[in-house]
């Protein structure tokens, strides 16, 4: 009778364990592959918005000025519209700071203030811009830092004419998914 007792905690420590472990991967994965959808859809947006302050004519560029957008719209808007369009103008600034425009043919045209924390390029990510796909990539940097880039193509006349690359930090993501493995050792730890 003892050894059957024994049998059945054994079997349902094991059973508890593989739930246990079942229900943390699906937590982890399921978090990670949220965060990074929310990072890529911030950096799409922040891109595409910087994309529209870049003015082309004659073959040249320049970042236009948003201030008599940001007069008229602050006369028309309450203060919350107000206080909201300001951090998303404080967000846009900083992506520009932090961005590089290309030429197709792969040359560096204007670079952001920050722009040189970015880490290298790949000449894939770069062809895959130029044929009009917008490409996300990862890259590790060698102090263990990851940093999400975005390569953006702007089409003028349907052709593209330039490339606009802009990244962000992984850090926010990657502390967050360390400290859910460390709660769920320490649930898992506390449950078994």
């Not at 918005?49 to 719209?73: M, P, V, W, Y």
């Not at 992506?95 to 670079?111: D, F, Q």
């Not at 193509?153 to 990244?167: A, H």
């Amino acid at each position: 009778m003892k050894s059957f007792r024994r049998r059945i905690q054994r079997v349902s420590l094991v059973l508890i364990t593989l739930l246990m472990g079942a229900f943390s991967a699906l937590l982890y994965v399921g978090l990670s592959t949220i965060l990074y959808a929310q990072v890529d859809d911030n950096l799409r947006l922040l891109t595409q918005a910087e994309a529209k302050q870049i003015e082309l004519a004659t073959g040249h560029f320049s970042l236009r000025s948003n201030q008599d957008e940001r007069d008229h719209s602050s006369r028309e808007h309450d203060d919350h519209d107000t206080d909201e369009s300001e951090y998303e103008e404080h967000e846009l600034r900083e992506a520009i700071r932090s961005s590089v425009l290309w030429s197709p043919e792969g040359t560096i045209l204007w670079t952001g203030e920050s722009a040189n924390l970015r880490g290298p390029v790949s000449d894939a990510s770069l062809q895959d811009a130029r044929l009009g796909k917008t490409i996300f990539e990862t890259i590790l940097l060698s102090n263990d830092s990851s940093i999400r880039h975005i390569f953006f193509p702007i089409l003028v006349n349907g052709e593209v004419r330039y490339i606009l690359q802009s990244g962000t930090s992984l850090r926010f993501v990657e502390n967050a998914l360390q400290w859910l493995l460390i709660a769920l050792a320490l649930v898992s730890g506390i449950v078994l």
